[in-house]
């Protein structure tokens, strides 16, 4: 048996899983998880170590930074038509890879 067999970690593991619903709030507090993991505030799920990466840090609060100016002040009609474009073509693999 593989070592991913033993702790739960396969990917049928992880197929059977419930994942958790997305909307605003998840996704923020998911990307500050992932910034508190960088910062080595906490422990990395993954492989309970405590890491500062500081570079993948300031990256995913500049992310959390982005979000928050288009909150306040909006989408340009260029990204409006990039975020709406990149989401079909995703979309479409995601459903061919699925069938």
């Known amino acids: 048996m593989s070592d991913d067999k033993k702790c739960g970690c396969g990917s049928e593991y ?11 709030s998840t996704f923020i507090m998911s990307m500050s998880s992932s910034a508190l993991v960088q910062l080595g505030e906490i422990p990395d799920p993954s492989t309970g ?3 500062f990466s500081p570079v993948l840090a300031k990256q995913s609060i500049d ?10 002040n909006g989408m340009t009609k260029e990204e409006e038509k990039l975020l709406c474009d990149l989401l079909y073509n995703l979309r479409m693999k ?6």
């Open 49 to 51: 170590r405590v890491e």
């Open 63 to 72: 992310v959390l930074a982005v979000i928050e100016d288009k909150i306040k």
């Open 94 to 99: 995601y459903v061919k890879k699925t069938k």
């Open 14 to 24: 992880a197929k059977d899983m419930p994942i958790p619903e997305v909307n605003f």
